[in-house]
């Protein structure tokens, strides 16, 4: 049973506006959140993360937002670029950090 | 600064061949080791983890299996790999509260 779910296989977002990805767990124990960025034939690359205990957590053009009570979260990028084109994880963790839940990926396109 | 390698980057292999895939960490000691595999058109699917040497946790019941004979080493091994056993395999690595850092990956297909 999955426990980190991203419903949304693909997006695909114009240059300039804004991309949200969106991410939903099962698991409430969860208490660090992270994303992701994946190109083809790499390994993934740590984008931003964010505790439990905070909503928000921004990193220059990326915000992640956390809704507990929903058990969702967002990762917001703006303004998109066309090197933001990319897959996408989300990944869900517990207090000892020994295992890291992903999602499936979303896979972004930013068209010029 | 910390840096994993993982080799090779592509594997061939034929059904019933055995596999070894190594990784490395360098610029830090005793990480949490991750193996994790991305089947074509899915997630990331971690496979085994592993706290110090010796200590391997296994997530799915597998044709696979891990090693950790020194602190900084971790290897994927089968002894008769699947059709099913094709796809883009991850060593990862953190530690303490950190994020995993990921290899670049090895592109195993099984024919």
């Known amino acids: 049973d999955q426990q980190v779910k991203q419903n949304s296989p693909s997006l695909s977002v114009q240059e300039g506006r804004i991309s949200i990805l969106n991410c939903d767990y099962t698991n409430s124990m969860f208490d660090y959140f992270l994303w992701y960025k994946k190109y083809p034939a790499e390994g993934p690359t740590f984008l931003i993360s964010?505790?439990?205990?905070?909503d928000k957590n921004e990193d220059g053009r990326f915000t992640v937002f956390l809704n507990k009570s929903a058990k969702h979260l967002s990762l917001h990028i703006v303004p998109s670029q066309p090197g933001d084109s990319a897959v996408y994880f989300c990944a869900a963790s517990l207090g000892n950090f020994n295992k890291f839940y992903f999602g499936s990926g979303t896979k972004l396109n930013v068209k010029p | 600064s910390q840096t994993i390698h993982q080799w090779p980057a592509t594997l061939v292999q034929p059904v019933g061949s055995p596999l070894s895939l190594e990784c490395t960490v360098e610029g830090t000691s005793n990480p949490n080791l991750y193996w994790y595999r991305q089947a074509a058109g899915r997630g990331l699917q971690l496979l085994f983890y592993s706290v110090g040497i010796g200590q391997i946790s296994s997530e799915v019941p597998q044709n696979l299996s891990a090693s950790r004979p020194q602190d900084r080493q971790f290897i994927l091994s089968s002894k008769k790999l699947l059709l099913s056993d094709s796809g883009f395999y991850l060593c990862a690595w953190s530690q303490g509260a950190s994020p995993l850092h990921f290899g670049n990956g090895t592109r195993l297909t099984v024919t």
């Open positions: 964010i505790s439990s205990i905070k």
